[in-house]
């Protein structure tokens, strides 16, 4: 047993994994925004579009999502991007349009509920796509607490179809810049 470095609590337990090096935890934001920006360069993208989108890159947080709001962002902004708020406001949300369509899917979402409906709109059309779509926009509440005769009920599905959307929101991943 090694003393953790600096912490001054002691010994460590060698077998507790909690104590994720910090090391590793840049690395995978490292190579998240590198994932991210690698496909911006392969873009059709115009130079002054690339510039707003890998912004909202390094705005990610360690989850893939974009915490904070787009008029909060403004404010912060590097002094070549600034201009007219409500045209830099608009030229954001186009930002964000375009890092929402980058891989992994559900990046760039504001909450969990646009992540998920994100990485649905990804799929391949189907009948249990489109009732998932259904669930995680209007019943997500109701599918937490596992309400599901109250979902059935307002969306007019049978336990099959249920099953098939409940097996295919629990396949999507909430925390796609985790991965």
Not at 49 to 57: D, G, I, N, T, Y
């Amino acid at each position: 047993e090694w003393p953790s470095a600096g912490s001054g609590k002691g010994p460590r337990d060698p077998n507790d994994e909690s104590d994720v090096d910090a090391g590793e935890l840049q690395a995978a934001a490292t190579s998240l925004r590198d994932h991210l920006i690698s496909q911006l360069s392969l873009s059709q993208l115009s130079g002054r579009e690339r510039l707003r989108v890998a912004f909202l890159v390094e705005a990610l947080d360690d989850d893939g999502y974009l915490t904070q709001e787009l008029e909060e962002l403004v404010d912060v902004l590097p002094d070549d991007m600034v201009g007219e708020p409500d045209e830099i406001l608009e030229d954001l949300a186009i930002a964000l349009k375009h890092l929402q369509s980058l891989d992994p899917p559900g990046i760039g979402a504001r909450n969990p509920r646009e992540c998920l409906l994100l990485q649905l709109a990804s799929l391949p059309p189907s009948p249990a796509g489109v009732l998932a779509r259904a669930i995680v926009g209007d019943h997500l509440e109701q599918f937490a607490n596992r309400d599901y005769a109250r979902i059935r009920k307002a969306l007019g599905c049978d336990d099959e179809a249920l099953r098939d959307a409940q097996a295919l929101i629990r396949s999507l991943n909430p925390r796609p810049g985790a991965q």
